[in-house]
């Protein structure tokens, strides 16, 4: 490597200078910067409590734009009554239609009570209802609808049929669009008090209800007179 005289001005690579005999020291070569690879950063993995988060968000989001503009529209919908509903009762919430009403596809008709006697020859109160199927195939009364029958707060165990062709008829499948009649029979074991009905789907809180005041009185026959 050549080097230069600081007195002569003259480029070497002896290790003295040919013109006036300095002696010329090698000089030692700058360091090099040393060069340091960047190592990316890892990127931070969510916690698990923070995945549930954001997954539960994601969920309610959607959900919240569907059930706000459902519920507004049955509230629009609830009829201006007030019905006393049992502390028992299976359906404390949702649509209540005095009557009669729609319940999913099905619409129901409560019609009437009346005193009756079961299989053991005990007393009991019949509830007469009519339903329609409104769904696109064959439906029976029992698979998808249930009725309930309180007195007072005490709610009314179903009890069976003296006949069993009575209590086959809510397990009858009707065609789309079509009326039956179903009579449902239950212990009358609650002395006193209203009689109240309630008609409902077992998924839904929506429900079709109705209160008679009074049972009717049994009809004494000629063979009970003599």
Do not use: H
């Amino acid at each position: 490597m050549k080097q230069v005289c600081p007195i002569c001005k003259v480029k070497t690579s002896e290790a003295r200078c040919p013109g006036c005999g300095m002696p010329l020291a090698a000089r030692a070569a700058p360091p090099q910067a040393r060069m340091i690879p960047r190592v990316p950063q890892r990127p931070r993995r969510a916690s698990a409590p923070q995945k549930i988060l954001v997954i539960l968000i994601s969920l309610l989001v959607p959900l919240l734009g569907w059930a706000l503009p459902a519920l507004r529209a049955r509230q629009a919908a609830m009829p201006a009554f007030f019905i006393t509903i049992p502390e028992t009762s299976t359906s404390s919430k949702g649509l209540i239609q005095e009557k009669e009403g729609w319940l999913g596809d099905y619409y129901v008709n409560i019609l009437s009570i009346d005193r009756g006697r079961d299989r053991w020859e005990k007393d009991a109160v019949i509830v007469t209802l009519e339903w329609t199927n409104g769904s696109d195939g064959a439906r029976s009364f029992y698979s998808f609808l249930r009725c309930w029958v309180y007195r007072g707060d005490e709610r009314l165990i179903s009890t069976l049929w003296e006949d069993d062709e009575d209590g086959m008829l809510e397990y009858r499948e009707i065609p789309p669009g079509g009326t039956q009649l179903v009579r449902c029979i239950y212990e009358l074991d609650v002395p006193e008090g209203p009689i109240y009905v309630e008609c409902s789907r077992a998924e839904w809180s929506d429900m079709v209800v109705r209160t008679f005041d009074a049972l009717p009185q049994a009809q004494i026959t000629s063979e009970q007179e003599n």
